[in-house]
């Protein structure tokens, strides 16, 4: 079936590290991708997304690319802030369905001055 | 337009009693989504509607709990009766077709004491 596998965290960085948090899918035909970010005591707010294979979503600093051939979506930001401390969801929505989403477990990140 | 509401923003229940929690999706979005998140188990989807129909409540988790939408401007996620592991937050979201994504609302804590 369909689903999303996200790396687990915890993931603590340092301010203006490289991030990279990883996610990857399984489904069929073309889905479409999101990232999600969870701040602490509030809901999740759309961050990206691609709709096709090859698309670069991005937002904030935060970049992922659809690649159909690695069936992956891996979220990246050159140089994080401590604001950026979060919880990160991928997430994906076949093309078979309506909008029904599978999201993955999430990663937490924390960034550190 | 002020996004996703959900009301009451905190919640807390004596085991037993019946607790109703309320969502106002954005206006002209076609479908709703029910969520439960907790720290052992994750983002679960309880049940989504589409044009007020409710599409799949297979994450319904027994007969306790029973949404409904009676207009596109309004839904309810009723618990009766409330157990302690029902204790989470609860988390309404809202899409329009065409899988561009779902806004969520900033969620209701539940606690069944």
């Known amino acids: 079936g369909d689903s999303v596998t996200q790396m687990e965290g915890p993931v603590t960085l340092s301010e203006e590290a490289f991030l990279t948090i990883n996610c990857t899918y399984t489904?069929?035909?073309?889905?479409?991708l999101f990232w999600y970010v969870q701040y602490p005591g509030e809901g999740l707010q759309l961050l990206l997304k691609a709709t096709k294979a090859d698309d670069k979503g991005s937002n904030k600093g935060f970049e992922a690319t659809y690649r159909k051939e690695t069936t992956s979506f891996h979220l990246e930001k050159g140089s994080v802030q401590v604001s950026d401390s979060a919880v990160y969801f991928c997430a994906l929505i076949p093309k078979s369905t309506g909008n029904q989403f599978y999201f993955g477990t999430g990663t937490s990140l924390t960034v550190i001055p | 337009d002020a996004g996703v509401i959900q009301s009451p923003r905190h919640e807390v229940t004596e085991m037993g009693q019946e607790v109703t929690l309320r969502c106002k999706p954005i206006s002209g979005h076609d479908y709703l989504f029910w969520y439960r998140q907790t720290m052992m188990r994750g983002l679960e989807l309880l049940i989504y509607f589409n044009n007020n129909v409710p599409i799949d409540d297979s994450g319904m988790p027994e007969d306790r709990f029973s949404a409904k939408m009676p207009n596109a401007s309004f839904s309810t996620l009723k618990i009766q009766p409330s157990e302690p592991r029902d204790s989470a937050v609860y988390f309404c979201?809202?899409?329009?077709?065409?899988?561009?994504?779902?806004?969520f609302g900033q969620g209701t804590r539940l606690t069944v004491v």
């Open positions: 489904a069929t035909g073309y889905p479409s």
């Open positions: 979201a809202s899409s329009f077709t065409g899988r561009v994504g779902a806004f």
